[in-house]
């Protein structure tokens, strides 16, 4: 199969982008797979690479080469490998780590999460989907998988017209013992959030060590599976409260908490919004306050309703801070620009009556690249703000 585009629509691809839309395309030639192959040419026929075609998806093409190689199983295997290669030559110690992060990693939708031996597979590609038994043949021959989770329960499935699933690939357990950053993590695969277990904040949670002590009061909102939490008290604080509406992820924290030492922690199984008023009521302050969102928006039309949602919970965090504190605050959404969300900060400052520094800046872990090339693949932004 060909696929040729309009005039200059390769333009994108030229500098690196990975996604073709379906109204870039110009014309076919042969038979059209769906899932499958393609060939791709500019106008003028010149050769660009090969791309997996759906004609379902406004997403027709997905990239994967500019050369003319077999798109096979030692394909991936390779693509999978020089993966791995970046990320040990930068930390070789991890055992628990992003292994591939889709587009950024020339692997167009496919995120594999690995937690020593047991790995997490997502595919929002039905391209890639042909491939799935070839990359849990990689994963257990060249990486000792001995558990594969697929964590496909995910709309982006519905729109490349792919069944929503999750469930074992390999193995008979989707439980694991992850040590990150020196906190264990009892960590089911199969029942957690996303991939399994948030890892794209691994190096962020680390860094509110630098900023308690044993006299600190903390709060940590969204917690999750408790991670800021128990690196808080891996730093020596005791007074320590987290909140999440999930109770899976509650349980989770209490039970990571025990394992670790740090019984001492408040787990809350609460709405944040419900929170910030008994909070409000009681009149408690904090020296450090968490937050940690999930997105506030999946597309553009949501974007004033997160924008709205997050000026909210931020002033609401400003008001409940000591004087010289501090607020580590994050939104995980691509359609919330840097300069956007700052804008929210400084929004939420004022109708606290707060001034605001930025001490710290954050992206996602060094094993969740970003293409500079493809905003879609930035979507993480955090900062660490000194309230007074």
Request: proline share 2%.
């Amino acid at each position: 199969m060909k696929i040729f585009l309009k005039k200059n629509e390769e333009r994108r691809i030229n500098i690196g982008h990975q996604w073709i839309f379906s109204n870039e395309i110009e014309r076919f030639e042969g038979e059209t797979s769906d899932g499958g192959v393609a060939e791709l040419f500019s106008s003028r026929n010149a050769y660009l690479g090969k791309g997996l075609y759906n004609k379902h998806s406004l997403i027709a093409v997905r990239f994967l080469t500019s050369g003319d190689e077999e798109i096979d199983r030692e394909f991936f295997r390779k693509r999978i490998k020089t993966a791995e290669q970046r990320r040990m030559k930068i930390h070789p110690e991890r055992k628990s780590f992003r292994l591939c992060n889709s587009e950024s990693d020339f692997l167009p939708g496919l995120i594999i999460d690995k937690f020593n031996d047991v790995f997490s597979v997502q595919i929002f590609s039905k391209g890639t989907e042909a491939f799935k038994d070839d990359i849990c043949g990689i994963l257990a021959d060249d990486f000792g998988a001995k558990a594969i989770i697929e964590k496909n329960d995910n709309e982006l499935r519905t729109l490349e017209g792919l069944e929503k699933k999750e469930g074992l690939l390999y193995g008979d357990n989707s439980v694991t013992e992850a040590d990150i950053d020196s906190v264990k993590y009892t960590i089911d695969v199969l029942k957690g959030q996303k991939s399994g277990f948030y890892l794209d904040q691994s190096f962020n949670r680390t860094k509110i060590r630098e900023y308690v002590s044993e006299n600190s009061r903390v709060l940590d909102l969204f917690c999750n599976e408790g991670g800021f939490a128990l690196n808080a008290a891996f730093a020596g604080c005791r007074d320590i409260t987290a909140v999440d509406s999930s109770e899976h992820s509650i349980a989770a924290a209490k039970n990571n908490a025990v394992s670790n030492g740090f019984g001492f922690i408040n787990f809350e199984c609460a709405d944040v919004f419900e929170y910030f008023d008994r909070a409000f009521q009681s009149k408690e302050k904090y020296n450090v306050i968490v937050l940690d969102p999930p997105s506030f928006t999946k597309s553009k039309k949501n974007v004033p309703a997160a924008v709205k949602g997050y000026i909210e919970l931020n002033y609401k965090a400003m008001r409940l801070l000591h004087k010289n504190s501090y607020l580590f605050t994050y939104s995980c959404s691509h359609h919330i620009s840097e300069k956007q969300f700052e804008e929210i900060l400084v929004k939420s400052a004022e109708q606290a009556g707060r001034k605001i520094q930025i001490i710290d800046f954050a992206n996602c872990s060094y094993d969740h690249p970003v293409l500079p090339q493809m905003p879609e693949t930035k979507y993480l932004k955090g900062y660490i703000l000194n309230i007074n």
